[in-house]
């Protein structure tokens, strides 16, 4: 259990590893030390939070110094920051996905549970105020039927195709830990199936006990947008995940309630958004809305010797479902790296 200020390595000054420091910050934690290997941006971020900085991962994890590891790395190499982390004994939050694989993914669980160690991925999406209300407001939405993404990223370094098609594998773990909170009983053995058009743009389709899901995902397809749609037998709601807020429609069937869905669709965005941006702007957070609430929970339960905020078993279960569409992509002609 610790007593006072969480103290926080990161591992890797990229952009990710800049709002974590931000987020630690904010929820009151100590970041303490900074490691990457381009030594020029690891002594920038370790500056401006009041940090040192070393270009030596391992140096990073003292036991003396930090409490808690954030693991900010390429994906890549995510499995051997958080080993490293754990070898010396300390908590680890890291980027998704965890591991190249369910595999890894599991064992890496087993590590932290010999050691007694919280390890959590960062699945921000779920804490964010949208979808918190989302979920709140999903079993006034009767039945769920329907669980839609549409992702538009512009996250692609280089451009070729290998890369393209990586990033989907990178960022599918984000829609399928929201529908593996919205539909009952999770996700796991979901039947998929995947279409892709072109490297970066695929199409990935699964049912699960009556419920359709559906993830769009285009690396070409602007603007950049991250939305979610929850369908249910008495009403639906509608997240934007970029901003982080969501409005709900119940209707009943009439001509009169399909003649004025679309005014009310635009207000209730119009309100939520709104809302939204003014609770943003009071409390600072420019981005990657619910990064912030994610850290303040995790480091709860540091101090607690509490649970981590999201389960061994959800993460499980995306990691195995990440592996089936991994391999379906495969089947399509992708080439993903992982």
């Keep these: ?17 800049r709002w974590h420091a931000d987020a630690i910050q904010r929820v ?16 920038a971020l370790a500056e401006e939070f009041g940090a040192s900085s070393t270009v030596r991962t391992g140096d990073a994890l003292t036991r003396q110094l930090v409490d808690v590891v954030h693991v900010t790395t390429p994906p890549s190499d995510h ?21 190249p694989s369910a595999a890894v993914t599991a064992e890496l669980y087993s590590m932290a549970a010999t050691r007694s160690l919280l390890l959590c991925p960062v699945h921000q999406s779920l804490f964010q105020p949208g979808i918190v209300k989302l979920l709140h407001a ?15 990223t512009a996250g692609v370094k280089g451009g070729d195709d290998a890369a ?3 990033l989907v594998c990178d960022v599918v773990p984000h829609p399928l830990s929201l529908a593996a909170r919205l539909i009952p009983g999770g996700i796991s053995g979901t039947r998929w199936q995947v279409s892709r058009a072109a ?10 006990d009556g419920v359709s899901i559906s993830i ?12 979610l749609s929850v369908t249910g037998e008495t009403g ?21 309630n399909k003649i004025v869905r679309p005014f009310g669709n635009a207000a209730g965005t119009l309100t939520a958004a709104t809302t939204n941006l003014a609770r943003r702007i009071a409390r600072r957070e420019q981005a990657f809305p619910g990064l912030r609430e994610l850290v303040r929970k995790f480091y709860d339960a540091v101090k607690s010797d509490g649970m981590p905020p999201i389960s061994v078993s959800e993460t499980l279960d995306v990691a195995v479902e990440r592996d089936t569409i991994i391999r379906a992509l495969r089947l399509e002609g992708a080439k993903p790296l992982n």
């Design 1 to 17: 259990m610790i007593s006072g200020q969480v103290r926080a390595a990161i591992v890797g000054a990229g952009l990710m590893g």
């Design 28 to 43: 009151g934690g100590v970041v303490a030390i900074v490691a990457d290997p381009d030594p020029d941006r690891g002594a």
């Design 79 to 99: 499995a051997y920051a958080i080993r490293a982390a754990m070898e010396s004994n300390l908590h680890v939050l890291a980027e998704k996905p965890l591991a």
């Design 138 to 152: 999903a079993p006034g939405l009767g039945r769920i039927r329907q669980v839609a993404a549409v992702i538009c």
């Design 164 to 166: 393209r098609d990586q």
């Design 199 to 208: 490297a970066g743009e695929v199409q990935i389709s699964g049912s699960k």
């Design 216 to 227: 769009l995902m285009s690396t070409r397809g602007r603007p950049p947008r991250n939305v």
């Design 236 to 256: 639906s709601m509608h997240a934007d995940l970029y901003h982080g807020f969501a409005f709900g429609e119940h209707r009943t069937l009439s001509k009169a």
